[in-house]
């Protein structure tokens, strides 16, 4: 019933609706601003910087996972980063979100990368308690930072 599959560069419209149903799902739906076109840039060039796995049940679009390298400098080797994981609400239940930890993971392990990291809203307990059902742990002690938009230009513009 469920098959996990990489993406190709056709799923870019439903890659794009699928990170519109998370935004609106995490409150945020006005921020997300990415464009198909985009997607296909970053998932689908000659230099991927982005990879998708699709989820379907039954041959139905029912989820996704986009993920990256990371590196470890203190370990001297790369790490999955999951930027985002979602399921439709109706295909939840079925082991789908599951299933794409246990793909990714398998991947890292195969590969030899020593982490898999990503990030979850501190309000989404649902989340929190099915991550760490499944092993992960919470670093509370680490902040995530961020520069962007004006900020970033100011930055950036202290550089030669």
Request: net charge negative; aromatic share 12%.
């Amino acid at each position: 019933m469920l098959s996990l599959r990489p993406a190709v560069p056709t799923d870019a419209p439903l890659i794009l609706d699928y990170i519109r149903e998370l935004a609106d799902y995490e409150r945020e739906p006005e921020a997300a601003v990415a464009t198909e076109a985009d997607i296909r840039r970053y998932a689908f060039s000659d230099h991927p910087l982005v990879k998708v796995t699709m989820a379907e049940w039954d041959g139905q679009p029912a989820g996704f996972a986009l993920w990256f390298l990371n590196f470890s400098t203190w370990e001297g080797k790369p790490g999955l980063y999951l930027e985002d994981l979602f399921v439709r609400p109706a295909f939840r239940g079925k082991g789908i979100g599951k299933a794409l930890l246990q793909h990714l993971a398998a991947l890292a392990v195969k590969e030899g990368w020593t982490r898999f990291q990503w990030q979850v809203l501190d309000w989404n307990t649902p989340a929190i308690e099915f991550y760490e059902a499944h092993g992960a742990k919470v670093l509370h002690p680490w902040l995530t930072c961020r520069v962007e938009g004006e900020a970033l230009a100011r930055l950036a513009g202290g550089a030669d």
